[in-house]
Structures are given as C-alpha cells and as structure tokens.
C-alpha cells in the first residue's frame, strides 16, 4: 500500500531533498502529493488531499507547524504529523506534541532513518527522536519551577508500577527494543504494556502519552542521560 505523504517546510530547497528522498527510495512505498511553504497551506493540502502522513516545520512564517498541526488533529482527517526539526531544544516540538503530532525527528536524520520514520507514524506508531526527546525534555525541567505543589494528574494513578516505568522509558525516546533490554522484558511484552498504558491513560499514541507523563510529573526531573 503506497504511503500517501505531503510536505510542509519553508524552505524550498529542503522540500525538493526530502521529496527526492522519499519519492525514489528502493521499494518505500511512499508517493509525495504535495507540498506547502507554511501551515494554512499544509492545512489546506490535508484537507483537500487526506495525506495519510504530513512532515511538518515547525517554525514557519504565518500559521507555525503547532498551529497547523493544532488544525489538522481538530479537523479527525486521518493524517498523523511528524514534525521535523533543526534544533534538539525547539520548544515548538513540544507544543506539537501536545497540539496531537504523532512525533518528532531531527532534519539531518539519515534518509533511512526518514523513511522508516514515515512508515512508523503511517503504520500507527510514533517516533520519537531519542536525542531530541533527552534534550528537549532535560531544557524544559531546568527552566520550569518545582512541581512539588503541583497535583499529579489522576490518569497517572492508573497505571501499575511497571507500566509507569516503561512509560518513563518511552518518554526519554527509547524504542520498545531498548526498554525491553533495561527491564529484562520480551519486546513483545512491552508492546503489551504500552497498549494498556495508551488506554489507561484514554491518549491515542505513543507520544500524548509521553506528553502526558511530563505535564503529569512523571518526568520530574532530566532522563539519566543528559
């Protein structure tokens, strides 16, 4: 089944790289139908086109990648955004995440690591770039104030032990592979987990979860390796 993908990013000159990338891999499946040079375009190209993906720029003259992402995940099109980014602290990512973008990557990722990226998030799944995903997170806990007064988010109270962990683990951008190793878990198993912690916590993806861990005070100080 062919992966239908549009872009959305400012610079023209990147557009074309990541449309040549994607368009003439061997056996992607992915077909470019379109592009926008700001989010009112790409919003309207979803609309108009129903892309099952969109690589959205955050940082856009107009209406901004978290805009346009906003507008799309209020519109229910089937379209799920990754958002691409330049910078590891862009608070803009994270305010995608929380607007409903299924995840993140930084633009100088390699063209495979693009490609599967587009498949994951076409296939339901989210990505979420680990060393994006370490930095953003430990640069937005050293500029917040302490949550010690903050009431926990109630959703969190559901989840068991090992699930809170493993959603820890998602949240620092480590793949299921990872965190099965770290808990001495089947890969299998912590696909089961984040199943149940996705509907525990009533989020459609991976990363509403993991947006929902920081807000929550999951994340309540940096991921142990940054």
Not at 2 to 23: C, Y
Not at 64 to 81: F, K, M, N, Q
Not at 152 to 181: C, F, H, Q, S, Y
Not at 200 to 210: E, H, P, W
Request: aromatic content about 2%; some cysteine.
């Amino acid at each position: 089944m062919t992966i239908r993908v549009v872009l959305a990013d400012d610079d023209a000159l990147l557009r074309a790289g990541l449309a040549l990338v994607l368009s003439t891999a061997d056996g992607s499946g992915i077909e470019v139908i379109g592009q926008a040079a700001d989010g009112l375009e790409a919003v309207a190209l979803c609309r108009g086109l129903t892309p099952d993906v969109v690589l959205m720029d955050v940082r856009m003259p107009g209406v901004d990648g978290v805009e346009a992402t906003r507008r799309i995940v209020a519109s229910h099109l089937p379209t799920r955004v990754l958002v691409l980014t330049t910078f590891h602290h862009d608070e803009y990512v994270w305010g995608a995440l929380r607007a409903g973008a299924a995840g993140f990557l930084l633009k100088r990722a390699s063209p495979e690591r693009l490609i599967d990226a587009v498949r994951a998030v076409a296939g339901g799944d989210a990505v979420l770039d680990p060393a994006v995903t370490r930095d953003l997170l430990g640069h937005l806990v050293a500029r917040q104030p302490p949550r010690a007064a903050a009431p926990p988010d109630g959703r969190l109270a559901r989840l068991t032990d090992r699930e809170r962990e493993v959603l820890r683990l998602a949240a620092e951008g480590r793949p299921n592979a990872d965190i099965a190793a770290e808990l001495l878990l089947a890969e299998s198993t912590v696909k089961t987990h984040v199943k149940r912690i996705l509907a525990k916590l009533d989020v459609r993806d991976r990363s509403q979860a993991v947006a929902l861990a920081y807000r929550g005070g999951l994340m309540a100080s940096p991921p142990h390796d940054i």
